[in-house]
């Protein structure tokens, strides 16, 4: 690409942020201007940092436009300009919110960020615990970890499409976990939960909320009408999904009334580093009980004696944590609160819609198999090539996510049970929990979480279409 066409694409398409950061820093700047004048040390000289800065740059090319709109795989979005700026700002400080004399006011912004979140779920401030975490495995390690605390030597049951830290997560803790049949909707079976249920044991219940496979939610209200005759936590994840609730209208039933339970759960964690418009380094964790941050309890000989105010570090598991994180949230949500029918929730909308109409095409088209269960449940697309065989299917699949990414479409490819594609399985019903181990088929996958998606649907379908022909004439 020439110097010309560049220039012409960033006058096309300025990034706001290095201008906005530019402001900031000065206000920031003069909040500190009473200090006396120092010399730095050690900054090796504006031209040396430049010249390696656009080493950076080149290299960075090596990576998929995550971006861009047709960048439609995995989950990945670009953060929000605020939080880009805020994150860079906050990195003059570099605050770490361990303790309040590593971060004052980085703390206060993270306690009020997570009221934020809280309050999505209904929960109020000082009714609730909860801190952000540096991804969602380490949030749901801490709630696993309470879980076990809880009741230490019982079972924790999720869902064979629960994330698959899940199991990982228990094997550190030394906690038994047991994976519950789907059904072909990719929902926690109920019938195989009550069949675990009855046997005893079982301490927590992870209830995925928006899988990592195809965005499926299990069916909350009945797994909590469950926890009052069996007696268990539960633990909801919703790391991908958490947000869902805020567009809850646009949702099917019995999707809508899962979000509606959210705040029914014990414990719940959500990722603004997925659909929170953060960058990477911001999970969140939250628990219906402050009582649960007795197991917290600990001695800091270093830290804890410069405020008698809480120390986010005496309610979490890590010691050091960015306070750029936080700030940068909080930067977001003061942008752009989370509220139904507000600017975020558009956002989220938007992509909801993008991946209905999607699915809507792919189950016109005879080259493709939708799920047999029904469309999306939030903003996954999840599709199988038809082909004479699953080994066929999985080829071609593989071979039409090539196609695509020479066409600057970029896809991903999952393994999903072949039995979710029978559209005999299109009953609400489970019929997959007794089914015993079905066979797997690779199938391609687009996660449709930017708002820019829905205008950039006809150009993906466009793409898809020309390399599903190269992939089936090859
Ligand atoms: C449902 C779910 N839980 C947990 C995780 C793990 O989160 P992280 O990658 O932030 O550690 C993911 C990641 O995709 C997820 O989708």
Request: hydrophobic letters at 40%; a negative charge; aromatic letters at 8%.
């Amino acid at each position: 690409m020439s110097a010309t066409v560049i220039a012409w694409l960033v006058a096309m398409n300025p990034d706001p942020v290095p201008s906005l950061l530019g402001r900031a820093t000065e206000v920031l700047d003069a909040e500190f201007a009473r200090l006396p004048d120092y010399e730095r040390v050690a900054d090796s000289g504006e031209e040396a940092i430049a010249g390696v800065l656009d080493d950076v740059a080149h290299r960075l090319r090596d990576n998929y436009p995550y971006f861009h709109p047709l960048y439609a795989g995995q989950m990945l979005k670009p953060p929000h300009p605020v939080a880009r700026a805020a994150y860079a700002l906050a990195m003059k400080i570099n605050p770490n919110n361990h303790a309040r004399d590593g971060g004052r006011a980085s703390s206060e912004m993270e306690i009020e960020a997570v009221a934020g979140i809280a309050a999505m779920f209904g929960w109020k401030s000082g009714e609730f615990l909860g801190h952000l975490t540096s991804s969602g495995t380490i949030a749901n390690l801490e709630a696993l970890w309470v879980a076990g605390q809880v009741s230490p030597g019982k079972r924790i049951l999720g869902s064979e499409q629960a994330h698959y830290t899940h199991g990982r997560i228990s094997a550190v803790l030394k906690l038994d976990f047991k994976q519950v049949a789907t059904d072909n909707r990719g929902r926690m079976s109920l019938e195989a939960l009550e069949v675990e249920l009855r046997q005893g044991n079982v301490g927590t219940v992870v209830v995925t909320m928006g899988t990592t496979a195809i965005g499926a939610v299990d069916p909350l209200v009945e797994i909590l009408a469950l926890r009052e005759r069996y007696g268990f936590r539960v633990h909801v994840d919703a790391a991908y999904g958490g947000y869902f609730g805020l567009i809850a209208d646009d949702l099917d039933s019995p999707t809508r009334q899962a979000y509606g339970a959210i705040g029914g759960a014990d414990s719940i964690v959500i990722d603004p580093h997925k659909h929170g418009l953060q960058p990477y380094g911001c999970g969140c964790v939250l628990f219906r009980d402050p009582a649960m941050g007795r197991f917290y309890k600990h001695e800091s000989p270093y830290t804890y004696f410069t405020s008698s105010q809480l120390h986010l570090g005496e309610i979490s598991l890590e010691c050091s944590r960015a306070g750029a994180a936080a700030v940068a949230l909080w930067a977001t949500q003061r942008l752009l609160p989370l509220e139904r029918g507000g600017e975020f929730a558009k956002g989220l909308a938007k992509g909801r819609r993008a991946a209905l109409e999607f699915d809507r095409r792919l189950r016109e088209d005879a080259r493709f198999e939708a799920l047999g269960g029904g469309r999306p449940e939030l903003d996954i697309v999840v599709w199988k090539m038809r082909a004479a065989d699953p080994e066929a299917a999985s080829e071609l699949a593989q071979s039409t996510f090539i196609a695509c990414s020479t066409r600057d479409l970029h896809l991903a490819l999952v393994q999903l049970p072949l039995r979710w594609f029978d559209p005999a399985a299109s009953s609400e019903k489970s019929s997959g929990a007794n089914e015993g181990k079905a066979g797997l088929v690779r199938c391609l996958r687009s996660v449709l979480m930017k708002p820019e998606h829905e205008q950039w649907l006809d150009a993906i379908w466009e793409r898809l279409m020309a390399a599903s022909r190269e992939a089936t004439e090859a």
